[in-house]
Nanobody, 123 residues
Framework: VQLQAFGGGLVQAGGSLRLSCAAS????????MGWFRQAPGKEREFVAA????????YYADSVKGRSTISRDNAKNTVYLQMNSLKPEDTAVYYC?????????????????WGQGTLVTVSS
């Protein structure tokens, strides 16, 4: 399983970004795809997740209402649309995957990770 995250960049506060996570190596039916972020000096934290098969979604309170996780089955890609960005959203964002739908908000539960993509929100 390979995951490749991209789409980060520099954006002003209030702006939007769409992150993409291209997944390859297998079909992801039955997998949960997650997004996490890690700011300098802080622990990696949960942002959002989606159970591929059922489409159920999960969000951290900090991004709920401002972010949407979605998937494109044909492209095997998961997206994280982030709106109304704030300086505190600045972090390296990672996508992750694991079969099942258990501890989806825990970074320790996931066993596949992509490289990070940096999101910087200027005030």
């Amino acid at each position: 399983v390979q995951l490749q995250a991209f789409g980060g960049g520099l954006v002003q506060a209030g702006g939007s970004l769409r992150l993409s996570c291209a997944a390859s190596g297998r079909t992801f039916s039955g997998y949960t795809m997650g997004w996490f972020r890690q700011a300098p000096g802080k622990e990696r934290e949960f942002v959002a997740a989606m159970y591929w098969s059922g489409g159920r979604t999960y969000y951290a309170d900090s991004v709920k209402g401002r972010s949407t996780i979605s998937r494109d089955n044909a492209k095997n890609t998961v997206y994280l649309q982030m709106n109304s960005l704030k300086p505190e959203d600045t972090a390296v964002y990672y996508c992750a995957a694991r079969i099942g739908e258990a501890r989806v908000t825990s970074s320790r539960w996931y066993n596949y990770w992509g490289q990070g993509t940096l999101v910087t929100v200027s005030s």
